[in-house]
Nanobody, 119 residues
Framework: EVQLVESGGRRAQPGESLTLSCVVS????????MTWVRQAPGKELEWVSS????????SYGDSVKGRFIIYRDDAKNTLYLEMNSLKTEDSAMYHC????????????RGPGTQVTVSL
């Protein structure tokens, strides 16, 4: 059974930094691409970033490019998302999912970790 557990979300102020984690079990993490998506209240799932196996290819959505960094630690079966220069529009529930996906097709995904950016 695939399990994904996100953590690290909290309330932050604009301009601050946060790092999210996603611990993965039940699949060969090292050989799988991984994706972060997010969902703000009342909005659809939005693709944030993806990373290939062995970190050879990384991509970001336009809204986070230059501010967020995705990386992975294969020894710990853990995916990370370093979020810098946070904006209020980054407020959302953040989920990780195995493989490449773009939103509602991201299955399975973890329960998520909430990030709230406000003054």
């Amino acid at each position: 059974e695939v399990q994904l557990v996100e953590s690290g979300g909290r309330r932050a102020q604009p301009g601050e930094s946060l790092t999210l984690s996603c611990v993965v079990s039940g699949l060969p993490f090292r050989s799988r691409a991984m994706t972060w998506v997010r969902q703000a209240p009342g909005k659809e799932l939005e693709w944030v970033s993806s990373i290939s196996s062995y970190s050879s290819s990384i991509s970001y959505g336009d809204s986070v490019k230059g501010r967020f960094i995705i990386y992975r630690d294969d020894a710990k079966n853990t995916l990370y998302l370093e979020m810098n220069s946070l904006k209020t529009e980054d407020s959302a529930m953040y989920h990780c999912s195995p493989g490449y996906c773009g939103g509602s097709n991201c299955e399975p995904r973890g329960p998520g970790t909430q990030v709230t950016v406000s003054l």
